[in-house]
C-alpha cells in the first residue's frame, strides 16, 4: 500500500488520496519514505543556506554600494533582489572596488 500512495499523489489530488487511503499510516515505517523525507530535507537545507548565502552577499553590496554611491534607486534595489546565485552577488560585491556608480556596478 505504501508504494501505491506516493504513487497516486503522481495523478490525484491530495484530498482525494487521503479519502481513499484513509486509516492506512505504516508509510512512515517504510524505509523508502525515510529515505525520501532525509533527502528533501537534505535539499532544503542546501537550499537555505545558498538562500542566506545571497541574502548576506546583496545585504554586503547594499551597505557598501550605499556608502560609495548613495542609496539605491528602486530599481536598483529590484535588480539586486532577483538576484538569487551567490557567486554571482560575490562577484558584484567584488566589483564595487572598480566602477564609479550602482549603473555601472548593474551594466
Given at each position: 500500500?505504501?508504494?501505491?500512495?506516493?504513487?497516486?499523489?503522481?495523478?490525484?489530488?491530495p484530498?482525494?488520496?487521503?479519502?481513499?487511503?484513509?486509516?492506512?499510516r505504516?508509510?512512515?515505517?517504510?524505509?523508502?519514505?525515510?529515505?525520501?523525507?532525509?533527502?528533501?530535507?537534505?535539499?532544503?537545507?542546501?537550499i537555505?543556506?545558498?538562500?542566506?548565502?545571497?541574502?548576506?552577499?546583496?545585504?554586503?553590496?547594499?551597505?557598501?554600494?550605499?556608502?560609495?554611491?548613495?542609496?539605491?534607486?528602486?530599481?536598483?534595489?529590484?535588480?539586486?533582489?532577483?538576484?538569487?546565485?551567490?557567486?554571482?552577488?560575490?562577484?558584484?560585491?567584488?566589483?564595487?572596488?572598480?566602477?564609479?556608480?550602482?549603473?555601472?556596478?548593474?551594466?
Amino acid at each position: 500500500m505504501d508504494g501505491d500512495y506516493l504513487l497516486m499523489g503522481l495523478r490525484y489530488k491530495p484530498d482525494l488520496i487521503q479519502n481513499l487511503l484513509k486509516g492506512v499510516r505504516r508509510m512512515k515505517d517504510s524505509l523508502t519514505y525515510q529515505l525520501i523525507i532525509e533527502e528533501g530535507k537534505a535539499a532544503g537545507e542546501a537550499i537555505g543556506e545558498a538562500i542566506g548565502e545571497a541574502k548576506g552577499e546583496r545585504n554586503l553590496i547594499l551597505l557598501q554600494g550605499g556608502k560609495r554611491f548613495g542609496e539605491p534607486s528602486a530599481a536598483t534595489l529590484a535588480t539586486l533582489q532577483s538576484l538569487t546565485n551567490p557567486a554571482e552577488l560575490e562577484r558584484l560585491a567584488l566589483r564595487l572596488l572598480e566602477v564609479e556608480s550602482w549603473s555601472e556596478l548593474l551594466d
